[in-house]
């Protein structure tokens, strides 16, 4: 399927692999050599991450801390980085979209993990989706190569793939991405997985949708079904994949280090996939609630997602409700993880419902769900309990 760039971008992206693939030099193949060779024992290499101040960057980057990695992180002015620094990240102020910014980056270190991307937001015109998630991976592949980088480990997503036909989707499933998103996240991937054809030591990873403690972007589905409000729209039998954050680490150190993995790419998700009525009763319970009961109709949400995203862009104002808000409930991801398990040795480690549980006690520690998120048992057991014991008081 076509990427979706026209005009002057799909011309950047045709004249920015020709300039990848001629920039290679030795230095790369030397590069790709120490990482293959490089014995188990030696100080952990220092490292770049991009999108360090996000979610995934940000886990990734406090973990390879943890593991004794030197940690750069290439950050915009102004961002939250006090975690970061705190465990002793090299926070060095720059621009994705600024090739001088991440050569600078990228100078002496051994592996970048290229995170940074600009996710589905009805504020940014199509323009910035392209200059982040498409000439920032130029960026990156570029200084790499000028840099003489053992390797790069490009974090791309499952949403290339679409609402997928194959089920699960592999890594070869045709691509078939469905917004601006995941066609510039597309376009960033094939520029990466030509250099790596041609030489560049390096890495695609395509997580699926990423969970747990500290993300927001589920927030809004645990708020709806503690507080009972939750409706499902359409049969709820369409599929989902989750990966939860700690498996989706695991899984991009891995392809840091894993030399089997030079010039693969990766589907990287939880262990399962479950039905969206599965997914919800699993919130439900891990509020303390019961599953979420009622259906709708699809089509009036759809057409209501699409009404909103027309009202609001023109005045950059970010919509309550979108199309891909509304595709949650008919697009099914369910993918296989077999060629990570077999190449990389990869293991989820975290269930889904112990996943949702460690997410919503983040959630109630955090002050976004009530601290009596859990009472609601408590109360049918004390109810039944009282209505026992006035029966009891009566015979």
């Known amino acids: 399927m076509a990427i979706g760039t026209t005009g002057g971008h799909a011309e950047q992206l045709g004249s920015g692999i020709k300039h990848l693939r001629s920039g290679m030099n030795g230095r790369r193949q030397h590069a790709a050599a120490q990482v293959a060779n490089a014995p188990p024992s030696e100080q952990p290499a220092p490292v770049l991450v991009t999108g360090a101040t996000g979610y995934t960057g940000g886990h990734l980057a406090l973990r390879l801390r943890e593991q004794g990695h030197e940690v750069r992180a290439l950050v915009r002015p102004g961002s939250r980085t006090e975690h970061l620094a705190r465990a002793g990240v090299d926070l060095l102020e720059g621009d994705i979209r ?71 989707c592999r890594e070869a499933t045709p691509f078939n991405p469905g ?9 960033g991937e094939q520029l990466a997985r030509s ?14 949708s990423i969970y747990g403690p500290g993300d927001l972007r589920h927030l809004k589905l645990f708020k709806t079904v503690c507080k009972g409000q939750f409706r ?43 039905t969206l009525n599965q997914w919800t009763a699993g919130v439900a319970a891990a509020v303390g609630r019961l599953p979420p009961r009622g259906r709708l109709p699809y089509w009036p949400l759809f057409v209501s997602a699409a009404a909103c995203e027309a009202l609001c862009r023109p005045f950059g104002i970010e919509p309550p409700l979108h199309r891909r808000r509304a595709g949650f409930f008919v697009k099914n991801r369910a993918f296989s993880i077999e060629k990570a398990r077999r190449e990389l040795g990869y293991r989820p480690q975290v269930e889904i419902d112990e996943g949702l549980k460690r997410t919503a006690a983040w959630y109630v520690a955090h002050g976004h769900l009530p601290h009596t998120y859990q009472s609601r048992y408590q109360h049918v057991l004390q109810v039944l309990l009282s209505q026992f014991s006035l029966i009891a008081g009566l015979a």
């Open 195 to 208: 250099a790596f054809a041609n030489g560049q030591p390096g890495v695609v990873v395509r997580p699926a």
């Open 98 to 168: 600024r090739a001088a910014d991440v050569e600078r980056a990228a100078t002496g270190v051994e592996c970048i993990y290229h995170v940074a991307a600009v996710f589905r937001t009805a504020g940014h015109p199509d323009g910035y989706y392209y200059d982040v998630n498409v000439g920032g991976t130029e960026n990156v592949l570029r200084a790499a190569g000028a840099q003489g980088v053992a390797r790069v480990v490009h974090c791309s997503t499952v949403g290339v793939h679409g609402d997928v036909a194959e089920i699960p």
């Open 232 to 274: 499902m729209f359409g049969s709820g039998e369409t599929l989902w994949h989750p990966v939860y954050i700690d498996d989706l680490v695991n899984g991009l150190i891995l392809c840091g280090h894993r030399p089997a993995a030079l010039g693969q790419t990766y589907i990287i998700a939880g262990e399962s996939y479950v």
């Open 179 to 187: 917004d601006i998103y995941q066609q510039t996240k597309l376009a």
